[in-house]
C-alpha cells in the first residue's frame, strides 16, 4: 500500500510575508492522517519555511549535480540538506522548457539529491502536440527511463506525471488520460527496477484544485498530487490534503 503524497509547487512565487500560510499548511498538514505532505517554496524562503513547518517537509525545486564549486546561481544538495531541506523536484517542465535540461543532466540531479538523502521528485509529460501525434506514452516513458536512477530507493524516489498543456491552463487530464499514463509509467518502473519499481509513488500535477482532487486520487496508480497555483494559499492547498486524507 502506498501513502498518499501531496506536494505544493510554489514555483517562483512567494514573499516573507506568505510565510503565515506555511504555518497554515502545517497545521492542516499535521491534522490530516495518513498523508504525506510537503512544500517546496523558492530557495529564498526554504529556511524561514523550515522555521514554521512544524513536522511540514519543505523542499526545493531544483538541485545542481555537482557539490561545490564554480556553478554561478546554482545550490548543491549539500546546501539544501545544511537548511534541513527534505525533498527536492528536479526535471520539471519549466526547467526542461526554460533551462534546456535533458533526461541526463535530471538523473545526474537526481542520484546527487538521492546520495545526500533527500526525498527526489522526478518530473516527465508530453506537450500537446506529443500527444496529438499518439506519441505521449512513448515520451513519458522515455523520460521515466531517462532521467530515473536506477538504485532510487523506493521511500525516496517519487515520480511526478505533469502533462505540460494541463500545467497553469486550467485544462485537466481526464481520469482516463490520468490512469493510461500512469500505467505505464508503473509498467516501465517494474521493467526498470523490478518489484521495487511497484512501490514508487507516482503524482499527477497539472490544474489540480480542491474540486477535482478526489476524482484524481481515485485513479489507479494516483498516489498524490504535485500542486502549482493551488498550493499558494492554505484556503486551496488543505482540502486537496483532506481529499487524500479521505483516500
Ligand atoms: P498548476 O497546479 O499551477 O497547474 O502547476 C502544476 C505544476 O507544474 C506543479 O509542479
Known amino acids: 500500500m502506498r501513502r498518499k503524497l501531496v506536494v ?143 538504485d532510487g530507493h523506493e521511500g525516496e524516489m517519487v515520480v511526478a506525471y505533469e502533462p505540460i498543456w494541463a500545467i497553469g491552463t486550467g485544462k485537466v487530464a481526464t481520469p482516463a488520460d490520468v490512469a493510461e499514463m500512469h500505467a505505464a509509467i508503473r509498467g516501465a518502473l517494474r521493467e526498470r527496477l523490478g518489484e521495487r519499481g511497484g512501490r514508487i509513488r507516482i503524482l499527477y500535477g497539472g490544474s489540480v484544485k480542491a474540486d477535482n482532487a478526489a476524482e484524481l486520487f481515485a485513479v489507479p496508480d494516483v498516489d498524490g498530487a504535485l500542486v502549482g497555483g493551488a498550493s499558494l494559499t492554505a484556503a486551496q492547498f488543505v482540502p486537496i490534503v483532506e481529499a487524500a486524507a479521505r483516500h
Do not use: Y
Open 8 to 150: 505544493g509547487n510554489w514555483k517562483m512565487n512567494g514573499n516573507l510575508h506568505q510565510l503565515a500560510e506555511i504555518a497554515e499548511i502545517a497545521a492542516a498538514a499535521k491534522a490530516a492522517a495518513g498523508v504525506d505532505v510537503a512544500l517546496c517554496p523558492p530557495f529564498t524562503l526554504i529556511a524561514p519555511a523550515v522555521a514554521r513547518s512544524n513536522g511540514l517537509a519543505i523542499g526545493a525545486q531544483d538541485v545542481h549535480p555537482a557539490e561545490s564549486g564554480a556553478h554561478t546561481g546554482a545550490v548543491s544538495a549539500a546546501m539544501l540538506k545544511e537548511v534541513h531541506a527534505q525533498l527536492v523536484i528536479v526535471g520539471h517542465s519549466e526547467r526542461r522548457a526554460e533551462a534546456g535540461e535533458t533526461d541526463a543532466q535530471v538523473r545526474a540531479k537526481a542520484e546527487a539529491a538521492l546520495a545526500r538523502g533527500l526525498q527526489t521528485i522526478v518530473c516527465v509529460g508530453e506537450s500537446e502536440a506529443e500527444r496529438e501525434a499518439g506519441r505521449h506514452v512513448d515520451v513519458v516513458t522515455g523520460q521515466v527511463k531517462g532521467s530515473l536512477p536506477d
